[in-house]
């Protein structure tokens, strides 16, 4: 089965949208089908990997978006898709490319939509206005928007509950819930040790990791080291992640001294298990979050994580880990640390091996209508 993947806003330092259509495709190849993923770039290409063939088309930049790109020029995906001739397509964009449904449609390619995103969220994160207000135009809008998305594919994939609500608020019944997996042998709490470059002894170590962009509320965690160092306690906190609010970011830290190590984008998986492994507790403070795959890489290495009570990780979190409401994550962290230290880390790493690659494989597929070959044999 060739299953044709695409997807926009995917750049050489995105994160848990990169990671899980690479595993995906990895899956998808192993389970015996022909994954093709095709995305934009710089310049075009073509090559064979360990997810499958990938076709990079050229594309422009997005303004004020941190160097991610669309594919815009719907002539030359449509010409590219009918000389591929899926007998799947999996689309991972919501909004720029929503118009490939009704193109599988008219060509008879079952479609699947993954969402990754919340619309209800990003919209209540970006419409202006009282809150009451906001909220009432944001799920309107919302609801407008996901009812086309349903009739547009035949499977729209949420990776959690709370991703899945906006959708059953409308009482679409083409969603399944696929959650997401984890790399339980690269995070693991065997995978390094660096907390030395960041901490002395007796200090405390918070790690956030993400994309430092608007939706993903990164400010939060500052806000949440300063209140914890007002308090005295000896924290230090280190930034994994790049985006367009890094320098703003990088001089609010400084104005209010805090002690913030801004590491930037880790591209080596090792190394970014390594910093995982050695936190005493990570941050996850985005309300918009639908699964949050850094989340749970922290998990896995067997790190707590406090997270937002407005997003999907409580639910991805469970009890390994503390979920607080607001800007100020600080009373999460707190609560997290009054446990013991070997009960909390053993009690993140048992989380995250709830959650494994190939089960979310095997989701996928069945969502194609397919299955791993392999086990049918």
Known sequence: MRIVRLANF???????????????????LAAGHEPVLVIPGERDGDERCAQGR???????RVPFTGGYRVLWHRRRLTGLLATLRPDALEVSDRTTLRWTGAWAREHGVPAVMVSHESVTALLKLTLLGPGRRRSALSRGVADWLNRRTARAYHQVICTTAWAAAEFGRIGAGN????????????????AGRVRSR???????LLVHCGRLSAEKRPQRSLTTL?????????VRLVVAGDGPLRSRLVRRAARAGLP????????GRADLAALLASADVAIAPGPAETFGLA???????GT????????????????????????????????????????????????????DWDTAVRGFLAAHGTRDRRKAA
Do not use: K, M, N
Request: with cysteine.
């Open 198 to 204: 960041y901490v002395g002894q007796g200090q405390i």
């Open 54 to 60: 990938v076709i990079t088309l050229r594309a422009p």
């Open 226 to 234: 300063a209140t914890l160092r007002a308090a005295g306690l000896p």
């Open 304 to 355: 707590p994580v406090v997270v937002s009570a407005e997003s999907a990780l409580p639910e991805v979190v469970g009890e390994a880990g503390a979920s607080v409401a607001g800007e100020d994550l600080a009373a999460g962290v707190r609560a997290v640390l009054a446990r013991p230290e070997r009960s909390r880390r053993a009690a993140a790493r048992a989380r995250a091996e709830q959650y």
């Open 295 to 301: 989340a749970l890489e922290a998990l896995a290495c």
């Open 10 to 28: 995917v750049a050489p330092r995105s994160g848990g949208l990169r990671t899980s259509l690479a595993e995906l495709g990895a899956g998808y």
């Open 260 to 267: 913030v190590t801004f590491a930037g984008f880790l591209p």
């Open 175 to 190: 969603v399944v819930r696929v959650p997401l997996g984890v790399d339980l042998d690269t995070f693991s709490p065997q």
